[in-house]
């Protein structure tokens, strides 16, 4: 099936420092790729969602500024944590979608720990 | 907006036996209903899915069957396995994203 990864699959950084979030398709373009973010015993929430060469759109609330996306090719999408902060720490997963119909199949990542001190 | 709800866990269950995980949305129009499975260490995975009312969804055991008339998707599974304990999310999509519940872990023991 297809392949998603995730890199890193942790990260601990100090407060005021900017992380980077790696996802890539390994087998298959992604149109589309999707970031989530997931706080503990609560559900995915959709963070963002980027077409491959344009700008991302954001969901209410998100901060566009603080977690910059870019989509700059069919395979890889990163997700960038700039001036993290604690209350940044969770669990942060991408999906892929390939195609451009909206039914299709998303495929997600393993997750990346992200944990500011 | 949308919405999914999904009973809390953790459930846990000896091997062999019923399985079921409650799930209700609240969606407008008709949404397609899924169930995800996140293994430890894992991502998400795509269990099952309906697309129209009256669906029924189904893979290695499990199944769901999307009532629209309750608005609900209920996952069930007549025997289940260690190898099922996971992480079960049920989610909708409309318009190309995902809502998803708060997750379900289940712990299958020997």
């Known amino acids: 099936g297809a392949v998603v990864s995730q890199h890193p699959s942790w990260v601990i950084c100090k407060s005021g420092t900017s992380v980077k979030i790696e996802c890539r398709s390994l087998?298959?373009?992604?149109?589309?790729m999707f970031w989530y973010r997931q706080f503990p015993k609560q559900s995915l929430m959709l963070m963002a969602t980027?077409?491959?060469?344009?700008?991302?759109?954001?969901e209410q609330g998100v901060e566009k500024d603080k977690f910059l996306i870019n989509h700059a090719s069919l395979t890889l999408s990163t997700l960038t944590v700039t001036s993290a902060h604690p209350e940044d720490s969770s669990f942060y997963i991408c999906?892929?979608?390939?195609?451009?119909?909206?039914?299709?199949?998303?495929?997600f990542g393993p997750g990346t720990r992200l944990t500011v001190l | 907006g949308n919405s999914v709800t999904q009973m809390e866990g953790p459930v846990t269950l000896s091997e062999e036996a019923f399985l079921t995980i409650n799930c209700t949305y609240t969606?407008?129009?008709?949404?397609?209903l899924f169930w995800y499975v996140q293994y430890p260490g894992e991502g998400l995975q795509l269990l099952l899915k309906?697309?129209?009312?009256?669906d029924k969804g189904s893979n290695k055991g499990f199944e769901a069957t999307y009532r629209k008339e309750t608005t609900s998707f209920h996952l069930e599974k007549g025997s289940v396995q260690v190898s099922d304990s996971a992480v079960y999310f049920c989610?909708?999509?409309?318009?190309?994203?995902?809502?998803f519940g708060t997750g379900t872990q289940l712990k299958v023991e020997l």
């Open positions: 999906s892929a979608r390939p195609g451009t119909s909206g039914d299709n199949e998303q495929f």
């Open positions: 087998d298959f373009q992604a149109t589309t």
């Open positions: 980027s077409n491959e060469g344009s700008k991302a759109t954001y």
């Open positions: 969606a407008t129009g008709y949404p397609s």
């Open positions: 309906a697309t129209k009312a009256d």
């Open positions: 989610a909708l999509t409309q318009w190309g994203k995902l809502t």
